[in-house]
T-cell receptor, first 114, second 115 residues
């Protein structure tokens, strides 16, 4: 069964440093998403991406965050200057369409900011 | 705006007993509804979804959910719980008329099945 792959599985970074979280969505999917989950609690939407541009973003997704699809397979989330409160599990997801289509999630990247 | 409420943080059930995990939603139009499960240190896995048609939806691992439009609910059920069902369960919703508005998730309910 096709999978969404995320790397690394765990990233530790110093406060103020830049991090890039990487995702390989399912190859025939067209819509891509980043969500985060703090301490195993609520899953919060960050951003959605379609046709090489952001289609929607939440208030969490401020100027410190950016997304990119640099080639035909990877989908990245960059945090320019990490803060302690950015520590969370970050999940990438993809879907093949809108409306009734659910998402396939990756296993996540645990980001720890120290 | 669309939202989901999962009123229980934790549900405990004995193995072999039926389980219910509650979910209510709010959308301006008609909903697409989803249940996902998360095992420790894993991503969210799709269980089932309601799009239209029969109000009782069957999904993976023997789970089912019943859509109730009048009560705006979509409770997850299983007739006989297994210890291996212990996990974090998330309900999610999208308004049918909202285009590609992303799925909105509830805060999750931790299910603990006791042997």
């Amino acid at each position: 069964e096709p999978e969404v792959t995320q790397t690394p599985s765990h990233q530790v970074t110093q406060m103020g440093q830049e991090v890039i979280l990487r995702c390989v969505p399912i190859s025939n999917h067209l819509y891509f998403y980043w969500y985060r989950q703090i301490l195993g609690q609520k899953v919060e939407f960050l951003v959605s991406f379609y046709n090489n541009e952001i289609s929607e973003k939440s208030e969490i997704f401020d100027d410190q965050f950016s997304v990119e699809r640099p080639d035909g397979s990877n989908f990245t989330l960059k945090i320019r200057s990490t803060k302690l409160e950015d520590s969370a599990m970050y999940f990438c997801a993809s879907s093949e369409g809108q409306g009734p289509y659910g998402y396939t999630f990756g296993s996540g990247t645990r980001l720890t900011v120290v | 705006a669309q939202s989901v409420a999962q009123p229980e943080d934790q549900v405990n059930v004995a193995e072999g007993n039926p389980l219910t995990v509650k979910c209510t939603y709010s959308v301006s139009g008609n909903p697409y509804l989803f249940w996902y499960v998360q095992y420790p240190n894993r991503g969210l896995q799709f269980l089932l979804k309601y799009i239209t048609g029969d109000n009782l939806v069957k999904g993976s691992y023997g789970f089912e959910a019943e859509f109730n439009k009048s009560q705006t609910s979509f409770h997850l059920k299983k007739p006989s719980a297994l210890v291996s069902d212990s996990a974090l369960y998330f309900c999610a919703v999208r308004d049918m008329n909202s285009g590609n508005t992303p799925l909105v998730f509830g805060k999750g309910t931790r299910l603990s099945v006791i042997a």
